[in-house]
C-alpha cells in the first residue's frame, strides 16, 4: 500500500471509535484496523446502562453502531487483526494479514487480550511459529504444520496452507498446547501426545499489544501511558481497556478522544 495515513489506529470499539471520529473532525486522514465486531468484550454486554447520551441498549447494537460511525466519518476501515507495528523513523508500517500499512503515528485500541500466550509460544515466534497463513505458508510448503484455533479464520489458513502443499494437523480446539524445539520449533504438544511439526500457525482472534510494537511499556496490567495517553514509543498512543482499569466504555471513549488530540500535537510537531 502507497498511501501513508496520518494515523492507523488499531481497534474498533470506543476507544478506536471515539479516536476516528476526533481525528477526522481535526481533518487528518485516519486507518482503522479492527477485528470482527463479535470479538470486542463490549458485543458480549447483555445491556449498557452507563454511556451517556445513549439509552440502554444491547453491547452487540453499540459494536455495530461504533463501526457504522467509523465507517461514516471518513475514516478508512480495514477488517482484519494487526499482527504487528513496526517503527519506520517518523512512520510506522502496520502489517494485516498479508497487507501493509504505513502510517506517521498509531493509536492502540485494542482492548484487552484475555487468551495467555502458550508455553514457547513467544519464544519460538517467527522460528517456527507464525500468527498469519497467508504471510508466511510458502516457507513451509511441502512441510508438517499444526494449525492452531477455534474460529472460522483458523480453518479457511488451514485449507490454504493444504492447497499451497503442506500437511496440516488441525487443532481446532481449546486445551493446554506447548510448543517445543531448539534452534526452531519442531514439536508441538498437545494433551500429553508429541507432534513432530515444522510449523505451527496459531490463529487468535487478538494479539496482545505487547506483542504488537517492539519496546512497548506495560505495568500495572496495562500499556504505561501519560496523561496524554502517549506511550514509552513516540507517534504511538494508547486508549481504552488496553491502558488497564477501568474496564468501562466512558473511560475508553473519553481516552481514545485524548489520544487522538495528542497525536494530532505530535502530527504537528513533525511538519
Ligand atoms: C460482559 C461485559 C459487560 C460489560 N458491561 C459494561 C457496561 O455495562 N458498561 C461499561 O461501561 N462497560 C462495560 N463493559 C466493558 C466494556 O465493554 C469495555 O470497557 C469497552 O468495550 C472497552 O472498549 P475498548 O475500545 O477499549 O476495547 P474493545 O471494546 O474490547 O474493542 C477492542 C477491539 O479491538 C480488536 N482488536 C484487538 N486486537 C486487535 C488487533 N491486533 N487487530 C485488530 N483489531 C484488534 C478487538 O477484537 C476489539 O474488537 C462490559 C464488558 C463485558 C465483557
Keep these: 500500500m502507497d498511501q501513508m495515513y496520518d494515523v492507523i ?14 481525528l477526522r ?6 486507518l482503522v484496523v479492527a477485528n470482527r465486531p463479535e470479538t470486542s468484550s463490549l458485543w458480549k454486554a447483555e445491556q449498557i446502562t452507563n454511556y451517556p447520551g445513549l439509552p440502554a441498549m444491547s453491547g452487540e447494537e453499540m459494536s455495530l453502531l461504533f463501526r457504522r460511525q467509523i465507517e461514516e466519518s471518513g475514516a478508512v476501515l480495514v477488517t482484519g487483526r494487526a499482527l504487528s507495528v ?20 498509531v493509536i492502540l485500541a485494542a482492548g484487552i487480550t484475555r487468551e495467555k500466550l502458550y508455553p514457547g509460544e513467544s519464544e519460538f515466534l517467527g522460528r517456527g511459529v507464525s500468527y498469519c497463513a497467508t504471510c508466511d505458508g510458502m ?7 499444526a494449525v492452531i484455533g477455534t ?30 524445539g531448539g534452534l526452531k520449533a519442531d514439536t508441538l504438544v498437545f494433551a500429553g501426545e508429541e507432534h513432530k511439526v515444522d510449523g505451527v500457525f496459531i490463529i487468535k482472534d487478538t494479539v496482545s ?8 511499556e506495560y505495568e500495572q496490567g496495562g500499556v504505561a501511558v501519560d496523561r496524554q495517553m ?42
Design 151 to 180: 474460529g472460522g479464520e483458523a480453518k479457511e489458513d488451514a485449507d490454504f496452507l493444504e492447497s499451497i502443499g503442506c500437511t496440516v494437523l488441525r487443532f481446532f480446539r481449546n486445551g493446554k498446547f506447548e510448543v517445543k
Design 25 to 30: 473532525n481535526r481533518g487528518k486522514s485516519a
Design 9 to 22: 489506529v488499531i481497534g474498533g470499539g470506543a476507544a478506536a471509535c471515539a479516536a476516528a471520529l476526533t
Design 209 to 216: 499489544v505487547t506483542k504488537l510494537v517492539p519496546g512497548l
Design 86 to 105: 513496526l517503527p519506520m523513523g517518523d512512520s510506522f508500517g502496520v502489517a494485516v494479514g498479508s497487507d501493509y500499512y504505513m502510517g506517521r503515528s
Design 230 to 271: 502517549r506511550t514509552n514509543v513516540p507517534g504511538v498512543f494508547a486508549a481504552g481497556d488496553c491502558t488497564g482499569k477501568p474496564f468501562q466504555l466512558a473511560k475508553a471513549a473519553g481516552e481514545g478522544n485524548v489520544a487522538a488530540l495528542s497525536a494530532c500535537d505530535y502530527l504537528a510537531k513533525l511538519e
Design 139 to 145: 516457507l513451509y510448503r511441502g512441510k508438517t504444520v
